[in-house]
């Protein structure tokens, strides 16, 4: 799934824009690409795995906690873009933070987490796999096993025609002074991330319209990389 498409407004931006909406709308659109590689990375990963392929456990669950990291992150950063009513993204998932939240304090929480509950400190991910109808499903645990039970996706109920679908992070979050164990479910957090991110540039559009501004080539002053040679 590509978030953003090369002709997305927030590639785009016209300079006659404020300086403060040009700014935090660039790092919107920056966060959203650095978004783009950690899901791209998850990806790849999983299906190294699920077909045998070398596993790189820690990669999968530094992938998983950035995607959780970065849309928190592009949430904070989207209420900072100047309008007159306050708005987020994600009101349908405004239970993320808890979970980055979690992974920010992780080390606040470790007796408590392995000792106590018997948990892997990173958590536990799930996924479906849809190899062409031969469906089957895949758990990678961050760490020791314990031996702990935890509920896996039965291949009987998988329905997504995606060839890796279902990605579901298992973890602790704390709220209101009590830890317990929850799940969030990456794959649709980043469709309802595409969903939004969709409704911003409709949105976008349709204002810069109104004022009569158009789309302008980025030009060589975006993401620039400057070398310095020795004299």
């Keep these: 799934m590509t978030l953003l498409n090369k002709q997305s407004i927030l590639k785009t931006l016209p300079r006659t824009i404020s300086f403060e909406q040009y700014l935090i709308l660039d790092a919107i659109r920056f966060t959203i690409e650095i978004i783009q ?42 209420k900072k873009f100047p309008q007159q009513t306050e708005l987020t993204l994600f009101k349908d998932i405004a239970e993320i933070k808890f979970f980055r939240h979690s992974y920010q304090h992780l080390e606040d929480r470790i007796k408590e987490i ?22 089957f499903s895949c758990l990678a645990i961050s760490g020791k096993f314990y031996g702990k039970e935890t509920q896996i996706i ?3 109920d ?43 540039e409709t949105g976008l559009s349709f204002s810069l319209k109104q004022k009569g501004l158009s789309p302008e080539n980025p030009g060589i002053t975006t993401d620039i990389v400057i070398t310095f040679n020795q004299a």
């Excluded at 699920?50 to 592009?74: C, M, T």
């Excluded at 979050?173 to 309802?192: A, G, H, M, Y």
């Design 37 to 78: 590689i950690n899901y791209d990375e998850l990806l790849e990963e999983l299906q190294n795995i699920s077909f045998g392929e070398d596993k790189n456990i820690p990669k999968v669950f530094n992938s998983a906690w950035n995607i959780i990291d970065n849309i928190q992150r592009l949430n904070e950063i989207y």
């Design 114 to 135: 392995i000792i106590d509950k018997r948990l892997p400190v990173f958590g536990a991910i799930k996924w479906a796999v849809n190899d062409n109808n031969k469906l």
């Design 154 to 156: 039965n291949p009987a």
């Design 158 to 200: 998988i329905v997504d025609k995606a060839l890796i679908s279902q990605i579901t992070l298992m973890t602790t979050v704390r709220q209101e002074k009590q830890t317990f164990e929850k799940e969030i479910v990456i794959s649709d957090l980043i469709n309802s991330l595409k969903s939004n991110i969709e409704k911003l």
